[in-house]
């Protein structure tokens, strides 16, 4: 079946530090892809997308790419800030049996110290 | 304008209570949805609605009944519940459902925090 699979957290660094989280999926065909933030207390905030291979996702200074070769959707910043600090997920939406669902991962939890 | 908004913001209950979630957007959006979200977990599926007529049930618990009442607004009901049923409850829309197109992106409102007691 379907799965996303993101790197176990939390995430420290230093403000202005560079950052990767890394994303990689199962699924059939061609799924799309998602990175949502959630801030403590806030339900989650679509940060970028990519819905298919070698399209790049990007907003506020976060990036994505969707490499099928690998099969993963790592999510980077060159320079992270405090505010910055949040749960970040990675989801696909992919078919299972001709429905078509949300497929989250774990949650990554970043942290950034000033 | 992508905003989803979700009313009560928090809401304490007894397990004997009847109360209701409410959610609504104004986005045109043609399919809602409802997911749980348990402490540092991600969320989890319980309702589809695709154009007011309810298309997933996540095998939840009949103590949960959602409700579309039209295409703007989606209630979910919430009557008996047990003490484990704390959580954020997550309203979200889509255009249409995710496999039509533009259906994929979901916009998430900012939940209302249960407890039960």
Known sequence: GNSVTQMEGPVTLSEEAFLTINCTYTATGYPSLFWYVQYPGEGLQLLLKATKADDKGSNKGFEATYRKETTSFHLEKGSVQVSDSAVYFCALVGSTSGTYKYIFGTGTRLKVLA | ?117
């Not at chain 2, 402490?39 to 579309?68: D, G, Q, T």
């Not at chain 2, 995710?98 to 407890?115: D, I, K, S, V, W």
């Open chain 2, 1 to 117: 304008d992508t905003e989803v908004t979700q009313t009560p913001k928090h809401l304490v209950m007894g397990m004997t209570n009847k109360k209701s979630l409410k959610c609504e957007q104004h986005m045109g959006h043609r399919a809602m949805y409802w997911y749980k979200q348990k402490a540092k977990k991600p969320p989890e599926l319980m309702f589809v609605y695709s154009y007011e007529k309810l298309s997933i049930n996540e095998s939840v618990p009949s103590r949960f009944s959602p409700e579309c009442p039209n295409s703007s607004l989606l209630n979910l009901h919430l009557h008996a519940l047990q003490p484990e049923d704390s959580a954020l409850y997550l309203c979200a829309s889509s255009q249409v459902v995710a496999g039509g197109p533009g259906g994929e992106t979901q916009y998430f409102g900012p939940g209302t925090r249960l407890l039960v007691l």
